[in-house]
């Protein structure tokens, strides 16, 4: 029969060389270790957020700059096709402006008759829907910018460069002149100026002397 040693204790059995105090449960390290890996997820997830946002901001400004850059195309597709309609437009009437001479002669001789009136004021009508308009008139003043002088002359009774005669009417296409007035002008007559100058002087100082006093 075995007898017991009184007060000892049996102690659960520790692998040789580890320390005993390794033996005890490993709940609290793992419950330590669960915090830190939240908080490391945490920071992971917010820089995924930041990366989303800036890639976000990114496509944003391409967005913003395409769309500005296809405004400006559609402007300047627009702009162009304006321009080139108005040059077709040109060219056009350019081209007609002999048959419109020719009717317009034909009016001053007073062969617009019959059919071929009718023919002839539907064209003008026509060219004016299309906005052409004709300019230059006898007495208005020298515009070397609309005018094209093809006869010089002087005469007494002007005093500045004027268009005494249109040889042919000018046309133009809202602010685009396609054809000048050519026309017939006349200067002032040499030393006109002057003698008209000393005349005004002579009959001002004769005024002047006519309603003076009488001497008594």
Same mark, same amino acid.
């Given at each position: 029969?075995?007898?017991?040693?009184?007060?000892?204790?049996?102690?659960?059995?520790?692998? $040789?060389?580890?320390?005993?105090?390794?033996?005890?449960?490993?709940?609290?390290?793992?419950?330590?270790?669960?915090?830190?890996?939240?908080?490391?997820?945490?920071?992971?997830?917010?820089?995924?957020?930041?990366?989303?946002?800036?890639?976000?901001?990114?496509?944003?400004?391409?967005?913003?700059?395409?769309?500005?850059?296809?405004?400006?195309?559609?402007?300047?597709?627009?702009?162009?096709?304006?321009?080139?309609?108005?040059?077709?437009?040109?060219?056009?009437?350019?081209?007609?402006?002999?048959?419109?001479?020719?009717?317009?002669?034909?009016?001053?001789?007073?062969?617009?008759?019959?059919?071929?009136? $009718?023919?002839?004021? $539907?064209?003008?009508?026509?060219?004016?829907?299309?906005?052409?308009?004709?300019?230059?008139?006898?007495?208005?003043?020298?515009?070397?910018?609309?005018?094209?002088?093809?006869?010089?002359?002087?005469?007494?009774?002007?005093?500045?460069?004027?268009?005494?005669?249109?040889?042919?009417?000018?046309?133009?296409?809202?602010?685009?002149?396609?054809?000048?007035?050519?026309?017939?002008?006349?200067?002032?007559?040499?030393?006109?100026?002057?003698?008209?100058?000393?005349?005004?002087?002579?009959?001002?100082?004769?005024?002047?002397?006519?309603?003076?006093?009488?001497?008594?």
């Amino acid at each position: 029969m075995t007898e017991e040693t009184p007060g000892f204790e049996e102690k659960p059995d520790v692998p $040789s060389g580890a320390d005993p105090d390794d033996a005890e449960p490993k709940a609290a390290s793992e419950e330590e270790a669960a915090p830190a890996g939240d908080a490391s997820a945490a920071v992971a997830l917010g820089a995924e957020l930041d990366q989303a946002r800036t890639a976000l901001g990114e496509r944003t400004a391409d967005l913003q700059r395409l769309q500005a850059e296809f405004q400006n195309y559609r402007r300047r597709v627009e702009r162009d096709r304006v321009a080139v309609k108005e040059v077709a437009v040109a060219n056009l009437l350019t081209e007609l402006l002999p048959v419109l001479d020719d009717i317009g002669r034909a009016r001053e001789h007073g062969e617009l008759v019959g059919g071929f009136k $009718s023919v002839a004021e $539907s064209m003008e009508t026509v060219a004016a829907k299309m906005g052409l308009m004709q300019f230059g008139k006898e007495g208005e003043p020298f515009d070397p910018t609309i005018h094209e002088a093809l006869m010089h002359s002087y005469a007494p009774d002007v005093t500045e460069t004027t268009c005494v005669a249109i040889l042919q009417p000018g046309y133009r296409i809202g602010e685009r002149t396609i054809r000048p007035a050519r026309v017939a002008v006349a200067e002032p007559q040499p030393g006109a100026t002057t003698v008209q100058a000393e005349e005004a002087e002579e009959g001002a100082a004769d005024d002047k002397e006519n309603g003076g006093p009488e001497e008594g």
